[in-house]
């Protein structure tokens, strides 16, 4: 999973990443970095470390996201034309943004006002979506001027993420055309998921209430979490209870950003290896074998699957099994969320 932070400038990007990654914030440039700035971090879950306290595998792997700290846009059409056409490539790959919103007293710019600039944010979301989609239009119907017949319905689907975007709507809000498999090259950016991150001040750990927030919300408390990322683990408790932290903005955004992108997590268990994999919902265990390997797809013949929670409750596999909850699955069974799977498979 690959999510990119994006914001204005001093809203507190780099100070997430660093809580979020369990970097120090000395390292972060004034004005941010021009390139992007990449960190990788084991989801943390503690059905791994269950799973892999009862298998003692050589190795165990948790699942991963990465993390992108995006350079911070300032305000002015001229840079932020500037600004989207030089991080466009950057942001094209991820799986979803974390839009980090200013919702504290910044000495130099003053007040926030994080509903007003994540109205700017959007706005060029859709504005480099709209430009993508009149230059592919334009070239369109110079090929048809040039008396190419165009096949497919990829000019009536563009024509509609026009009217879409064009109305002040992303495109994720149509399905029918941000799934469009036509238009799935263009990777529009108003078609990603969104999580909408309100950096507080400190003193205060609520969404900021009388907004109307069409976008998934969440609060953390940048500065406060960045330094808890710096404490020991013991420390860190004793902060966390302090400030009424219940849980890290690591745990809190990771599992956010799985429920926003509809994501579940499956294991594999045994003397080698315990891991963890990440995979769309529901996502059948034919296509969720070949996640593994394209034999396992090609020579499945059945998922034996038990809930983690089945599982645990009945201490180790044999029990398990004694009791009935290892269930025998086909290609179509849609994987869940914890379930822990053995394939069966013959090439
Ligand atoms: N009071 C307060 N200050 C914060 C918070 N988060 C960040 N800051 C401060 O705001 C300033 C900017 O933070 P950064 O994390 O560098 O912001 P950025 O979005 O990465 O900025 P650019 O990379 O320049 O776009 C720093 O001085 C931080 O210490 C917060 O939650 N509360
Ligand atoms: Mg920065």
Known sequence: MKLGIIGLGRS???TLFNA??????????????????MGVVSVPDERVLWLSALYHPKKTTHAQVTYMDLQGMSSG??????????LLNHMRPMDAFLMVLRN?????????????????????????????????LEKLSMEE???????????????????????????????????APELRGFTFLSAKPLLVIFNNRDEDDRLPSSQLVSEEAMVVRGKLEMEMAELAAEEAQDFQKDFGIEESAMNRVVQQSFR????????????????????PRGLPALEVAGH???????????????????????????????????????????????DVIHFRFNV
Do not use: N
């Not at 060029?124 to 430009?131: H, N, P, S």
């Open 77 to 86: 059409a001229e840079s932020k034309r500037e600004y989207m056409a030089h």
């Open 145 to 179: 001027k040039r008396g190419k017949k165009l096949t497919g319905k990829e000019k009536e689907l563009l024509s509609a993420c026009w009217e879409v975007l064009d109305s002040g709507q992303p495109l994720k809000s149509r399905p029918d055309l941000s799934a």
């Open 292 to 338: 593994i390997h394209s034999d396992i797809q090609r020579g499945f013949i059945r998922a034996e699957v038990v809930a983690f929670e089945d599982l645990r409750a009945a201490g180790d596999y044999a029990a398990a099994r004694k009791l009935g909850t290892v269930r025998l699955e086909g290609k179509a069974y849609p994987v869940q969320d914890g």
């Open 260 to 279: 926003l992108l509809q994501l579940a997590t499956f294991f594999t268990v045994g003397d080698d290896e315990v891991k963890a994999w990440t995979i």
């Open 12 to 14: 507190g990007k780099t």
């Open 104 to 136: 504290f007293e910044d000495p130099v710019l003053g007040s926030p006002r994080a509903m007003a600039d994540m109205r700017e944010l959007q706005d060029e979301f859709l504005i480099a979506d709209l430009a993508t989609v009149e230059k592919r």
């Open 20 to 37: 979020l990654t369990g970097r120090t914030g000395e390292s972060a440039p004034a004005g941010g970095a021009v390139t992007p700035v």
